[in-house]
């Protein structure tokens, strides 16, 4: 039985801000490097490592969802931030909750992303794992390596993302 369904908002870094940063090219400011051949858009969000971990880059390949879709876990990494970013521009759902205890239902917020924008969730943030709508799209994806407990799983019962929206 669902007792909780999420509605999918729309993306803005003001929204995103409590749980991490929008990466984008959107109204930013850049300067222009290598002879004036590139844009530079710098610092769009903070890898955080903690005092002893590395910034590493990774590819992940999702398997896509298909709505509506029922939820069943959120994490968090309290060492590090974690950072997605679409390699083709597809379209993608990220699910976040404030950091601190374990998350009810009613503390989540759905995010439907549609520009080729990427997150950053700061250290400690709840997040879903990747939710990809269609298949063959690559992330690249931007963490933590280090000593200590990363990653802390929390089921969830009874929460569904609905039908797409039109």
Known sequence: ????????????????????????????DYFLINDDQCRRYHRLAKVETGTDGDAILSLFRPRPISLPHTLALMERHPLGSQAFVPLAGQPYIVVVAPPGPPPAATDLRAFLISDGSGVNYHAGTWHHPLLALPPGGDFLVADREGPGNNCEEHLLTGVRLPVAPE
């Open 1 to 28: 039985m669902i007792a909780q369904e999420l509605m999918l908002e729309p993306l803005t870094a003001e929204a995103f801000a409590p749980f991490g940063d929008l990466i984008n090219s959107h109204a930013r």
